[in-house]
């Protein structure tokens, strides 16, 4: 069973400050890996999505990928309120098209 | 910006009913897929589809449920015969490719009572 972990929270963090969310996962081919973003009976909304070990950076969002210790981050610089909500970290293992989902971590941002 | 699209946004059904729900996947897309959400839980893979047959399904994705592409835009989950359990929220996802970012829409809320 390919297995996605994440801290359920809720991490709670002030305005302006780094929000750091953390994943683990159990396949040691995924090759894909996104962070979505899910506002209480919404959708899941794409943040960003990593391929290869390191870092990427997409304006106050930075994604980190060590594929050795099959773990995920997602840092999230100057936190705003409106980051409030549960954050998916999602793996697709190689040879398949589906998308494993972690149970989400609640992020809240306080004023 | 092209999106996902769903329809109904909810749906209340009986026990036992038949229910279609219904999707519009991004136009260049070539893979669709559903997922479903159960609330207060994770988001789960039921199937995905690929060139008009399906390419992957979980065993959630039993005899009850199938899905079609009857035209060129329009792809549908069917549930035969629903049940108590089936009660979540249902997402269609498109991608441009295999293993590339799935884009949800923004789902249909199903009630069985």
């Known amino acids: 069973q390919k297995e996605v972990e994440q801290n359920s929270g809720p991490l709670s963090v002030p305005e302006g400050a780094i929000a750091s969310l953390n994943c683990t996962y159990s396949?040691?081919?995924?090759?894909?890996f996104f962070w979505y973003r899910q506002y209480s009976g919404k959708s899941p909304e794409l943040i960003m999505s990593?391929?290869?070990?390191g870092d990427k950076e997409d304006g106050r969002f930075t994604a980190q990928l060590n594929k050795a210790s099959q773990y995920v981050s997602l840092l999230i610089r100057d936190s705003q309120p409106s980051d409030s909500a549960t954050y998916l970290c999602?793996?697709?293992?190689?040879?398949?098209?589906?998308?494993?989902f972690g149970t989400g971590t609640k992020l809240q941002v306080i004023p | 910006e092209p999106e996902v699209t769903q329809t109904p946004s909810h749906q209340v059904t009986q026990m036992g009913q038949e229910v279609i729900l219904r999707c519009v996947p991004i136009s260049n897309h070539l893979y669709f897929y559903w997922y479903r959400q159960i609330l207060g839980q994770k988001v789960e893979f039921l199937v995905s589809?690929?060139?008009?047959?399906?390419?992957?399904k979980s065993e959630i994705f039993d005899d009850q449920f199938s899905v079609e592409r009857p035209d060129g835009s329009n792809f549908t989950l069917k549930i035969r015969s629903t049940k108590l359990e089936d009660s979540a929220m249902y997402f269609c996802a498109s991608s441009p490719g295999v293993q590339e970012t799935q884009y949800f829409g923004p789902g249909t809320r199903l009630l069985v009572l």
């Open positions: 990593i391929y290869s070990n």
């Open positions: 999602a793996v697709n293992s190689g040879g398949y098209q589906k998308v494993t």
């Open positions: 589809f690929y060139n008009n047959e399906i390419s992957e």
């Open positions: 396949d040691r081919v995924s090759q894909s």
